[in-house]
Structure formats: C-alpha cells, structure tokens
C-alpha cells in the first residue's frame, strides 16, 4: 500500500524580535502580566517589505535543504494562509516562483489555524492516489499586519513566521513502517464569529468606512474560543487515538497549535500527559496562526525531541470554527 511521509521539516521566522514591552505599551498592561496570561515572552514581526510567501520561501528552502530535494523534485506545492500575499494569485504561486520550481499545480488554502493540517491532509490525499509523488505543505502568515495594537485580546498574542514539510510517497508492507496514519478535519461554520477579520472580502469589501471602524483587523471572543478549543480537541485526540488503537501512552510527542500557554496547560491536564510530552515554543514565538504547528514541528524534530519510529500526534485549532488532528509514525 502507499502511504505519505513527511521527510523533512523547515521554518523561518523575521528577524526582527518584539518583546513584551513594545507589545503592551498602547495597552497600559505590565510586561511580565502578558507573560503570565499568554506564555509568550517575544514574537517576530515581518518588515515592511516581507509578505507571505517571502517567509514561505525561506521555510520551504529549510525543508528541501532537510530533505536532501530540489525545488525541482517537486510536484505540488500548497500554502496555508489566511493572510495572503495578495487576492490572486495565489501565495503559492509567488512561492513556485521564487523557489524555481517546475510548472507543477500550486495553490492556497484558507482554515485559520488548523490550515496546516487541513493542506497536509490534501497532500497526503495526493501522494496516497497517486496524482503526486512528492508535496510541499507549507503555512506561511504575517499576522502583524491585521492586528489592533490597542486590542488586548489580540495585540499580544500573534506572531509572524511560516513552518513548510516536504511530503513523499512510500510503499508500506501490511500497514507497517513510517508514514501519515490518518488526518482528522473538522468545522463548526455557526461559530464563525468567535475570531475573524470582518472586512475584506466580497461580503463586505474593504471601503474608507470598513477602513474607519476598523473592521480590517483579528476579532476574538476569546474566552468563549478558549473553552470550546480545549473540548473540542481533546475529544478529537481521543477519538484520533481509539481510533487507531493507540493509547495516549503510546504517543512519544504531541505538538499542537500553538494558541497560549493556557490552552496547553489545559489540554495537557485534560489528557493527563506528562509536561514533556507536549511539546512548545509558545513562550520564542507566540501565536503564528497555521504557521504555529509547523514552526512548532521543524524546532522538536531539529532539537532531537523526535525520533524515527516514534508514535506522533499533531493537533489544531482555529477559525472558522476548525480543527483538526493527524497521527504518524516517524
């Protein structure tokens, strides 16, 4: 049988480093209360002549570097995005270009945070009927640009960065060896007011009055997104896990969306797993949106926290409502 694997991981982040201070000085909050609250010590913000697909690329090189490939070795590329170069075309294709890839499709797709897993899973999908031997899933987002600095729910908590994998396809004997066992997605649309941008789009396109209420910038309900984030993936890492009939145990490494602190501590204590087995860089980078999870994945498979053969479960969650979960074999 064929099945996909991931085999090899990259991220890159901006250079430029924004601390707590710089973060919380329009806010009247203390510095060091902005870590308690969200775990998050700095993040990175892109410059002004950074867009999407310039921190794509520079993920996606890390991966095929990792990887041992050439751009030309590619046979598809997907970018996760919510925060797109332009309308069209695609963020993917600015990257196609950039990489010097073949003319080979490349696209975007757009599920808020769970974005990575949900353009893995079409990945896995192509590898698995044959349509693609070799992906590149990248989330690539400059969320820095559509933040209300004066916004406490969201000034402090997003970041800029983009993590990319390079997926392939492998024969497998009797369901043994390596690879992609199984991607779970998800949405609740009636929820879809809990965190959006609500200018922008064709429902209400971007207007000098759009512009002068601020309707171009991240909303969030975040307590209510926060209790129905936690639930909501907890049963699915459960169900993911029965499934397959993997016990939690047996899982060496979870890496989730890397949202707050707060949520991984909570998800954590609602599987009772030890501290180390979920694993975070919430506290260097803060809320990357999709690109969290693949930053996320690219520093423990770099910092030696997984290795082959191990049992790894990956977790989102995000707008829309979405969320999503995948397991694999190392």
């Known amino acids: 049988m064929q099945r996909s694997r991931i085999v090899g991981t990259g991220s890159y982040v901006p250079e430029r480093v924004v601390g707590n201070g710089e973060v919380s000085s329009s806010l009247a909050r203390d510095p060091?209360?902005?870590f308690r609250l969200t775990g998050i010590r700095t993040r990175h913000w892109a410059s002004e002549c950074q867009a999407s697909s310039d921190l794509a690329a520079e993920a996606a090189r890390h991966?095929?570097?990792?990887?041992?490939?050439?751009?030309?070795?590619?046979d598809a590329i997907l970018v996760s995005t919510t925060s797109p170069d332009t309308t069209f075309p695609s963020t993917a294709c600015y990257v196609q270009r950039a990489l010097g890839a073949r003319a080979v499709a490349a696209f975007d797709l757009a599920a808020s945070c769970s974005g990575f897993l949900y353009a893995l899973s079409m990945a896995d999908a192509m590898v698995r009927s044959g349509q693609a031997k070799c992906c590149l899933v990248i989330a690539a987002e400059v969320k820095s640009r559509f933040l209300d600095r004066e916004d406490d729910a969201t000034a402090v908590l997003f970041g800029d960065g983009a993590g990319a994998a390079i997926v392939v396809g492998e024969t497998v004997?009797?369901?043994?060896?390596?690879?992609i066992l199984g991607i779970r997605l998800y949405a609740d649309g009636a929820r879809h007011r809990?965190?959006?941008?609500a200018a922008g789009g064709s429902r209400t396109p971007g207007s000098s009055d759009t512009i002068g209420r601020n309707q171009h910038v991240i909303r969030m309900q975040g307590g209510s997104l926060f209790r129905i984030a936690v639930r909501r993936l907890e049963a699915a890492v459960r169900d993911h896990v029965k499934e397959f009939g993997v016990g939690l145990s047996e899982v060496k490494r979870i890496v989730v969306h890397q949202a707050n602190a707060r949520l991984l501590a909570?998800?954590?204590?609602r599987l009772g797993l030890p501290p180390e087995v979920l694993y975070s860089v919430i506290e260097r980078f803060g809320n990357v949106s999709s690109a969290s999870l693949p930053i996320a994945l690219d520093w423990a498979v770099r910092d030696g926290c997984i290795a082959a053969g191990d049992l790894v479960l990956l977790g989102a969650f995000g707008g829309g409502l979405t969320w999503a979960t995948a397991l694999m074999r190392w």
Do not use: C, K, N
């Open 266 to 269: 909570a998800l954590r204590d």
């Open 32 to 34: 060091d209360r902005v």
């Open 173 to 179: 004997v009797d369901g043994h060896g390596s690879g």
């Open 63 to 74: 991966a095929l570097e990792a990887a041992g490939m050439a751009p030309t070795s590619l």
């Open 194 to 197: 809990l965190i959006q941008v």
